[in-house]
C-alpha cells in the first residue's frame, strides 16, 4: 500500500517539529567535569570525556613543603557542586596539600587543551584562619609573560556539597591574582567554600597557583577542577536525523 499524499505531508511535519524540539531542547548549556588521574609523586592529568585533551598537573614544593595527603586526588571524591552546574553528579578534583612553613607551585599546563572562553577552572577550600592571604593565581600567556588573570569571570561560589562545608567565601582579585577570604557564610564551616570561573585568555599555556604557608597553621589541602561545556547538537545534524527517521517512516508505510 502506497502512502497517500496528505499523511505524507502530515508525516513530514510532524518529524520536522520532534527535531524543533529536540534543538531547543538542548539550548540549555551543559557541563561536564574533566576526570583526574595521578600520574607521579607530584604530577596529575586533567582529562577531556568530549575530546578537548588533557591538562597535565605538576607541582613544586619547598624542602618538606608537600603535605601527607598532597595529590591524593581520592581523598576530595567525591565532589560535587549541582547548584552551579545542574546535571553533573559527583565529579573528580585534583588535591595539593602543602605544609606549615612552605611554599608551593601548582602549575596546570593548557597546552594540550583545546581551551575556550566557556573552559570552567575552580578552587575550593582555601585556609581562612590567617591575616595575610597565601595563595596567588598567576598565568603564563601566549608570549610567556606573567600576567594576573584578569579577564577571569566569576560563574559563582559554592559549597563542595559531600565534603565539608566552607566557613567564608571564596575571593580572587582578578587585578592581582590574590585569592582571599570572604564574607562570613557559616560560622560553623571550615576554611571556604568553592569558586568557579570562565573567560580563561585563549592562548593561556598555564595558570599557576602560588602557596606561602606561615607556621601553625596546620597545613592546607586545596582542590581544584576543570569543566567544560558539552557540545550541543548541531541544527544540521538534527535535520539529518528527522529526515532518516522520515525516510524510514515512509518506506515502513509503503510496503
Known sequence: MRLQLGS???LLLG?????????????????????????????????????????????????GGAGPLNNVNTAIFPSEFTTLFPGTGQVQGHLAQTNSSSTSLISFDLTGYNLSASTVFGIWNILNDVVTPVYDVKLVDAVNAIQPPSTFNLIGNQDNQTQVAGANNLVLN????????????????????????NNIPL???????????????????????????VPEPTSASMALVASGMLGLLIRRRSV
Open 8 to 10: 505524507s505531508r502530515a
Open 174 to 197: 582578578t587585578a592581582t591574582g590574590v585569592l582571599s577570604v570572604g564574607a562570613l557564610i557559616n560560622g560553623s564551616g571550615t576554611h571556604t567554600n568553592a569558586a568557579f570561573w
Open 15 to 63: 518529524v520536522l517539529a520532534w527535531g524543533c524540539c529536540q534543538i531547543n531542547a538542548t539550548s540549555a548549556v551543559t557541563y561536564q567535569f574533566l576526570n583526574v588521574t595521578s600520574t607521579g609523586a607530584t604530577t596529575s592529568q586533567f582529562t577531556s570525556a568530549n575530546g578537548n585533551g588533557v591538562i597535565n598537573i605538576s607541582q613544586v614544593f619547598s624542602a
Open 203 to 229: 592562548g593561556t599555556k598555564q595558570i599557576n597557583v602560588y602557596g606561602n604557608l606561615p607556621r601553625n597553621v596546620g597545613g592546607d589541602g586545596v582542590g581544584y577542577y576543570f569543566a567544560e561545556v
